[in-house]
T-cell receptor, first 113, second 108 residues
Framework: DGGITQSPKYLFRKEGQNVTLSCEQN?????MYWYRQDPGQGLRLIYY???????QKGDIAEGYSVSREKKESFPLTVTSAQKNPTAFYLC????????????FGPGTRLTVT | GQNIDQPTEMTATEGAIVQINCTYQ??????LFWYQQHAGEAPTFLSY????GLEEKGRFSSFLSRSKGYSYLLLKELQMKDSASYLC?????????FGTGTRLLVSP
């Protein structure tokens, strides 16, 4: 079955620690995205990548970093510089920049205390 | 700037029809999307409009007026499982911009 996987579903970390969220897709999609969702707010774009070894900042990139070394993988690191890291993180992919539909992974709920 | 407005919450009765509105002001327009999201789950694609008019897909329909910056999602024959958040999103030049979503509560 083709799809997007994110792991783990729930993640707990202490303040001051960096944490990396995994996102893998086997849809052969070129473009991948990371969003953050907070209660009462829409999805906000953190980073996106249209091709391997290239990525761009989204609207709220501060305190986050990404890499795109493989087409299938787009991990997101939440650094200690992110002031409010507790949120629901969603990864998505689409066939290409021009493609209109994004497919979402199941999400990772990160709690930092 | 970019701005997408949707009502925060709506309620409806099982079997009824509900219309969820979305107004937008964005720099660049390459289509408008509706996604359904159940609590704690990933959004799933419902519809896509790039030209003016109505797109029908089973119980769900979506309408777009580009000149008015307006769209709506119409849900017919509501079922309990339709209780979810409905996200309106506009595609600009390279990325999607999402509204805050409308939480729909369907009661028996």
């Amino acid at each position: 079955d083709g799809g997007i996987t994110q792991s783990p579903k729930y993640l707990f970390r202490k303040e001051g620690q960096n944490v990396t969220l995994s996102c893998e897709q086997n849809l052969n999609h070129d473009a991948m995205y990371w969003y953050r969702q907070d209660p009462g707010q829409g999805l906000r774009l953190i980073y996106y990548s249209q091709i391997v070894n290239d990525f761009q900042k989204g609207d709220i990139a501060e305190g986050y970093s990404v890499s795109r070394e493989k087409k299938e993988s787009f991990p997101l690191t939440v650094t200690s510089a992110q002031k409010n890291p507790t949120a629901f993180y969603l990864c998505a992919s689409s066939e290409a920049e021009s493609s209109y539909e994004q497919y979402f992974g199941p999400g990772t709920r990160l709690t930092v205390t | 700037g970019q701005n997408i407005d949707q009502p925060t919450e709506m309620t409806a009765t099982e079997g009824a029809i509900v219309q969820i509105n979305c107004t937008y002001q964005t720099s660049g327009f390459n289509g408008l999307f509706w996604y359904q999201q159940h609590a704690g789950e990933a959004p799933t694609f419902l519809s896509y409009n790039v030209l003016d008019g109505l797109e029908e897909k089973g119980r769900f329909s979506s309408f777009l007026s580009r000149s008015k910056g307006y769209s709506y999602l119409l849900l017919k024959e509501l079922q309990m499982k339709d209780s979810a958040s409905y996200l309106c999103a506009v595609k600009g030049f390279q990325k999607l911009v999402f509204g805050t979503g409308t939480r729909l509560l369907v009661s028996p």
